[in-house]
């Protein structure tokens, strides 16, 4: 395997799949102020900084224009986007907002099939949650390794997925996907770091999922949204503040 050695200030990369490692790392700078909101940015000279080829950071810079992290100013010209807290803070609304339209959603149109589906993911997941707490009880919440963090962390995704899939409408999925404030990479290592000294909130917001699951059961339109939209605006919230 080759080592990449960093030329400046973004953290060094290992080469498994470049344009991955590369998107993973300017995500990290972009959210740790190594690259500041407004800053204008080149492939070159990224490239240059992590020590790779323009290409994998070509494609990195595809995915960030795509969510919005990183805008176009010119035919060749990159910046980081300049997002102030209120505009973050907005974009959390609005993915709190269509996050709890699309629970609503499920609840009126999920299949049997589906809430099935939905129901063995929280009881896969349950599996690893009474071991992560087994751990905490017995050797204290420094005892949560992120092995387990990210087992439960990728339950939640394909839960909350579905969820979305129940609500059948392609349309909303999509606005939901590019309203989203943080990406799945920055919520994994967020929600790792702040679990071991939060753990009674996240213990909290993992019931949730059982919460929405009886309302979608039940077929409760306003249970459903109402736990959803509180779910995720703590969810958010607490990202947010890290």
């Known amino acids: 395997m080759l080592a990449v050695m960093l030329i400046d200030d973004l953290g060094p990369m290992e080469t498994t799949s470049l344009a991955d490692q590369a998107y993973r790392r300017l995500r990290e700078a972009i959210r740790d102020g190594a690259l500041r909101p407004g800053e ?21 810079l ?7 992290v990183v805008e176009r100013v010119g035919p060749r010209g990159l910046r980081i986007a300049p997002y102030s807290s209120a505009a973050r803070s907005e974009i959390v609304e609005a993915e709190v907002r269509l996050s709890a339209l699309m629970a609503r959603l499920a609840a009126r149109n999920a299949s049997a099939e589906q809430l099935t589906s939905l129901a063995s993911l929280l009881t896969q997941a349950d599996r690893i949650m009474f071991s992560i707490e087994k751990a905490t009880a017995e050797q204290g ?3 949560v390794i992120t092995d387990e963090l990210t087992a439960i962390f990728r339950k939640m995704r394909l839960f909350h997925q579905e969820v979305e899939a129940c609500a059948k409408n392609p349309v909303l999925t999509g606005l939901l996907n590019q309203a989203r404030a943080f990406s799945y990479e920055e919520r994994l290592d967020r929600t790792i ?8 909130a996240f213990h909290t917001r993992y019931q949730e999922h059982h919460e929405l699951l009886d309302a979608l059961l039940a077929r409760d339109e306003d249970r459903a949204e109402e736990v959803a939209t509180r779910h995720h605006r703590s969810a958010l919230v607490q990202l947010s503040s890290c």
């Open 40 to 60: 204008k940015i080149t492939e070159r000279d990224l490239a240059a900084r992590l020590g790779v080829s323009p290409t994998p950071v070509r494609e990195a």
């Open 141 to 143: 919440s420094e005892a």
């Open 193 to 200: 770091e702040i679990v071991p000294a939060q753990a009674e």
């Open 62 to 68: 595809r995915q960030l224009v795509h969510e919005r």
